[in-house]
């Protein structure tokens, strides 16, 4: 019995002392940026306090918590910019930014994972725009149309304010916009004698594609590249869900709530059949290099706006054009954008944050620092490049055919179901069954936002 | 809120812990024998005192998240709503017996292992046995077979993910010299497992090439020379001196690489994201992803107790073989 007692004591001390040491480590661990989840726990409570703090002094500023995502240092220093000259202009409020590293896998949103479980979110964020519903069903983030007026909501190009809107309210706003074009070797496809298309009217058709990039392939070089090597992701969503509405096809019902006879529609089976067979007539490699497109070593390339940059860099004489089509024309469109969090006590100073961070001034800024198309109809034509070939293509399809990502809660599902349907296509698996077996897992996530 | 109720245990705590202690201080002892008990209870204090930093930790990182992912494996916590957490039984664990992408998962794990335990293991029996011979450059060759282990499994992963590469990897090119078409290591479902298992064998073999070596010092030189009087060749002195004197040391090393071999984890999160069509999705990758990603982290809880209780089980049935093997 006595030993029990001992033993009980023992742990009851371990426990006493166990709850004091978890209070003292979070004090002391201040700036510390390891990756776990504990110590961004223990980041974001030392921030909370500071808040606090400065409020009780009487200090009648306002604080807002900014938290932005890195992927690039140019990037980061125009975001750091524009808040330096947002809290000069506001001598009401002032923005506290902490940068998180975007790694592009799941850095940024584990650190948002964990402030959420511990109630530590900033006052605004940086989301990514088809996140925008599954943090909005859940109540994460605020509708902001109270504090924006018709005018400034205009201003935005459509898919802006389509990829930041769920079930009718707007919920966010981004700086710049994203697309997919089709680059090509400039000399490869004149020595093949084949004429690119320098406008949306031209764009080539699924049919095109797949004939020029059969001629382009030779023995030692592909006709076509679709950078395979970023992994099966958000990517293979991004540039290849538009093959599914060209096709008149759909990923997801309307209202974002129902994937069978969506996901494995005819339609969706067809576009990832073409998938399919760019990949069996070999004009395309699930495993392409780094520089695959740079390097000469693939005559076309489906890629993104950096690789305009990384081209040019490369030395590389390329052109772009529109996306391929087969009955709409549609490309792939969105990017990380601001949202206000319901954590917030001053949505309408945050809201100003975001309006600065994604005004004319700022998306141009921020255009010449990504290479991305900026989210301002205006500063579309105010940039003189995006008013000349071949950039002129870029801005013509973001501002015509650009088609927002589904606005579903289950989308961190959804667009794994998708990928992984798209990676099976391009292994040659049958796309019917893998299909079936995925909308059976995104059904399963939809029953968790039945209500 | 986790604070809150976690200094209201400590106050309660407090006040139990004080409750036992006190009669025994404040009992002025009459006799030799209950001093002798209160002297005892100190010296057990002291003991606990100097026991505390270790338990605290294994406490809060260990205990405590083991506690909480047991909890959350009974609710349907959702990250996304911390603060609506309910209760829903077995249905998680229901879940597991219907989850394609569990058995694939739980089927991979169990395929790497069972490759990746006795190739390792023979591989670092056959190094240790290399270098405890007195050949030229016997220390490059040690730093270099340990090497891989002194480098972190994410940059190994990444560099081999390059090597394997069909169009410009090393791999290929070499294979190229000798007429082979390029592999489709990490692309093709049938052999990106085999893949990542020579270079996990590759990258482990180091270590436990380091613990044989010691075992193999440990072995008396008398035993050889014994042998060798009785005339027995080197094939006979391996088989008779040398492998029964690395009995123990073998049975705790296959333990330690079991074990590990079930927590696949970095490097098919770094070579090949779980694919090609979830052929190198081990355990502990999906529910990684199925509590990160998708934010399911009851599910993802429930996975984690069972995955625990089959590690558990193997650890028992390899405790109970060597029990067996010692007597």
């Known amino acids: ?181 089709l680059y090509y070797n400039k000399d490869l496809l004149d020595e093949a004698g084949i004429e690119p298309a320098d406008s949306i009217e031209g764009a080539w058709t699924w049919d095109e594609l797949m004939e020029n990039s059969k001629k382009l392939t030779t023995e030692d070089r592909y006709g076509l590249n679709l950078f395979m090597n970023y992994g099966v992701g958000e990517w293979l969503t991004f540039m290849g869900a538009p093959l599914v509405w060209s096709n008149g096809g759909a990923l997801i019902s309307e209202d974002g709530t129902k994937v069978d006879g969506y996901l494995n529609s005819p339609e969706t089976i067809e576009a990832l059949n073409y998938v399919k067979d760019l990949f069996a007539e070999g004009v395309v490699t699930d495993s392409p290099g780094e520089m695959q497109f740079e390097e000469g070593n693939a005559a076309l390339a489906l890629g993104g706006p950096w690789i305009a940059v990384s081209a040019e860099d490369a030395g590389l004489n390329w052109g772009m054009m529109p996306y391929p089509y087969k009955d709409e024309k549609v490309s792939p469109s969105g990017s990380m954008a601001y949202a206000v969090t319901n954590n917030t006590e001053n949505p309408e100073a945050a809201v100003e944050l975001m309006k600065w961070m994604t005004n004319e001034e700022a998306t141009i800024k921020i255009s010449k620092a990504t290479g991305m198309p900026p989210a301002q109809k205006s500063a579309f034509e105010n940039m003189e490049k995006f008013n000349e070939l071949p ?38 698996e049958d796309v019917e069954s893998v299909v079936e077996q995925q909308v059976q897992r995104v059904e399963r996530e939809l029953k968790r936002f039945e209500e | 809120m986790k604070g809150n109720s976690s200094s209201a245990k400590q106050l309660t705590d407090h006040d139990h812990y004080k409750a036992p202690s006190e009669p025994s201080i404040r009992k002025v002892p009459p006799k030799r024998k209950k001093r002798r008990k209160s002297q005892a209870f100190q010296e057990a204090m002291t003991g606990y005192f100097f026991l505390a930093p270790a338990l605290i930790l294994l406490g809060v990182f260990l205990l405590y998240p083991m506690g909480a992912a047991f909890y959350y494996s009974f609710t349907d916590f959702y990250i996304l709503k911390p603060d609506d957490i309910s209760f829903i039984g077995f249905e998680n664990f229901s879940y597991i017996w219907q989850d394609a992408q569990f058995r694939q998962a739980f089927w991979n794990t169990v395929y790497f292992s069972v490759i990746v335990v006795p190739v390792q293991l023979a591989v670092a029996l056959g190094l240790a046995l290399l270098i405890n011979k007195k050949i030229k450059f016997r220390v490059f060759f040690r730093t270099a077979f340990f090497s891989p282990v002194v480098m972190s499994l994410v940059v190994v992963s990444i560099l081999w993910t390059f090597m394997y590469n069909p169009n410009e990897g090393l791999i290929n090119q070499l294979l190229g010299v000798i007429g082979i078409s390029p592999q489709p290591f990490l692309t093709s479902p049938d052999q990106a497992m085999n893949s990542i298992i020579v270079m996990s064998v590759w990258q482990g073999a180091g270590f436990q090439m380091m613990i044989f070596l010691a075992g193999l010092q440990n072995i008396p030189n008398h035993l050889y020379e014994a042998a060798d009087i009785d005339g027995a060749t080197s094939w006979q002195k391996f088989l008779h001196v040398t492998l029964p004197g690395l009995k123990n040391i073998a049975l705790f090393i296959f333990i330690t690489i079991s074990i590990a071999a079930f927590k696949l984890l970095v490097q098919p999160m770094i070579m090949t994201q779980g694919g090609p069509l979830g052929s190198t999705k081990s355990l502990v990758y999906h529910i990684y992803e199925t509590g990160f990603n998708y934010r399911d982290v009851g599910y993802a809880s429930a996975m984690a107790v069972v995955f625990t209780m089959i590690v558990l089980t193997i650890t028992i049935i390899q405790r109970v073989l060597i029990r067996e093997e010692r007597g």
């Not at chain 1, 201040?30 to 306090?49: K, P």
């Not at chain 1, 506290?96 to 948002?112: F, K, M, Q, R, T």
């Not at chain 1, 579903?408 to 099976?424: E, M, N, R, W």
């Open chain 1, 1 to 181: 019995m006595k030993k029990l007692s001992y033993l009980l004591t023992g742990v009851l001390v371990v426990l006493m002392l166990a709850a004091c040491s978890s209070d003292s480590s979070a004090n002391s661990e201040e700036d510390s940026s390891g990756s776990s989840g504990e110590n961004q726990t223990s980041d974001t409570v030392e921030t909370g306090s500071v808040d606090t703090s400065v409020e009780a002094t009487g200090d009648e500023d306002v604080l807002l918590d900014f938290w932005i995502h890195q992927t690039g240092e140019d990037e980061t220093n125009a975001y750091i910019e524009l808040i330096d000259a947002f809290n000069k202009e506001h001598d009401d409020i002032h923005v506290n930014a902490e940068v998180i590293i975007d790694d592009g896998a799941s850095a940024y949103s584990d650190s948002i994972n964990a402030a959420l479980v511990a109630g530590n979110l900033p006052d605004v964020m940086a989301v990514d725009g088809p996140y925008v519903s599954s943090f909005a069903e859940a109540g994460v983030i605020q509708p902001i149309d109270k504090y924006i007026d018709k005018e400034t909501k205009s201003q935005y190009v459509d898919s802006i304010i389509q990829q930041g809107t769920y079930n009718g309210k707007l919920y966010s706003l981004g700086a710049m916009e994203a697309s997919v074009m």
């Open chain 1, 391 to 428: 950039w002129s293509i870029m801005k013509e399809q973001v501002i015509q055919t650009a088609h927002a990502r589904p606005a579903t809660p289950a989308y961190p599902v959804l667009t794994d179901a998708f990928a992984q349907s798209f990676h099976a296509a391009s292994l040659g």
